[in-house]
C-alpha cells in the first residue's frame, strides 16, 4: 500500500472523474434507473407512485365535472401505470386496460 499509494491514488480520481462522465450520458442514467428499479421493493413503490398519480388525475377529472368513462380514458393515457414484475403492455397490470384501450383490441 505505502509502496503503490500513488498509483492507487490516481486510479481512485480517475474512476471517479470516468463515473462522473459518464453519469452525464442519457443511456447510461436510464440504465442505471432500470437497474436501480428492479430491485423488488423500489419497484413496489415506483408502481405506487404510479398509481397515486392515476388516482390524483382521475379525481381532478371526475371533480372538474368529466364523465366517468372519458376520465378514465385520460387518466389511463396521460398516467400509465409504471411496468415492471406485474405489468403487462402499454404498462397496465395484467388482465387490466384502461377502458377504452380493451374496445380497441
Not at 21 to 40: D, E, I, Y
Not at 52 to 78: H, I, P, Q
Amino acid at each position: 500500500m505505502q509502496a503503490h499509494g500513488g498509483l492507487l491514488l490516481g486510479a481512485l480520481f480517475a474512476m471517479l472523474i470516468g463515473a462522473g462522465l459518464s453519469l452525464r450520458s442519457a443511456k447510461v442514467r436510464a440504465a442505471l434507473a432500470a437497474a436501480f428499479f428492479r430491485l423488488p421493493k423500489l419497484a413496489d413503490y415506483q408502481r405506487l407512485f404510479g398509481l397515486t398519480g392515476f388516482y390524483r388525475t382521475l379525481g381532478l377529472l371526475l371533480a372538474g365535472g368529466m364523465s366517468v368513462v372519458t376520465s378514465l380514458e385520460l387518466a389511463g393515457t396521460a398516467r400509465p401505470v409504471a411496468g415492471g414484475a406485474g405489468a403487462g403492455a402499454r404498462g397496465y397490470p395484467r388482465g387490466q386496460a384502461a377502458v377504452g384501450h380493451a374496445a380497441r383490441r
